[in-house]
């Protein structure tokens, strides 16, 4: 593992994410110009991640909570294996840091 990624060096994810620097315990990703009206289904991950918006809104609904509207500047947290979905509201960017086991599998 590199402790060092510049932003020209990151690989792209199999979903469009790019991977930036990991450590044992951690991954950094972003998401990079979320269109508008994009929408991820309700879904469950193995793994811990939490998210700050840097640009744009989501609605994210996270497990039975109501859906709530997220602007840049907000964060959010989605437990393991907890469901949950988002709608891009406006164009978004968002990093988040993976947690966990999953992150070196």
């Given at each position: 593992?590199?402790?060092?990624?510049?932003?020209?060096?990151?690989?792209?994810?199999?979903?469009?994410?790019?991977?930036?620097?990991?450590?044992?315990?951690?991954?950094?990703?972003?998401?990079?110009?979320?269109?508008?009206?994009?929408?991820?289904?309700?879904?469950?991950?193995?793994?811990?991640y939490l998210a700050y918006i840097t640009a744009?809104?989501?609605?994210?609904?996270?497990?039975?909570?109501?859906?709530?509207?997220?602007?840049?500047g907000d964060s959010y947290r989605v437990p393991?294996?907890?469901?949950?979905?988002?709608?891009?509201?406006?164009?978004?960017?968002?990093?988040?840091v993976v947690v966990g086991d999953a992150v070196?599998?």
């Amino acid at each position: 593992m590199s402790l060092v990624v510049r932003g020209a060096d990151a690989q792209t994810g199999q979903r469009g994410e790019k991977l930036l620097v990991q450590g044992d315990a951690a991954r950094l990703r972003v998401w990079e110009g979320e269109s508008a009206g994009e929408v991820a289904p309700e879904h469950a991950n193995a793994y811990e991640y939490l998210a700050y918006i840097t640009a744009g809104a989501l609605r994210v609904r996270l497990g039975d909570e109501e859906p709530v509207d997220l602007r840049a500047g907000d964060s959010y947290r989605v437990p393991a294996n907890v469901p949950y979905a988002f709608e891009v509201l406006e164009r978004a960017t968002v990093v988040e840091v993976v947690v966990g086991d999953a992150v070196n599998r």
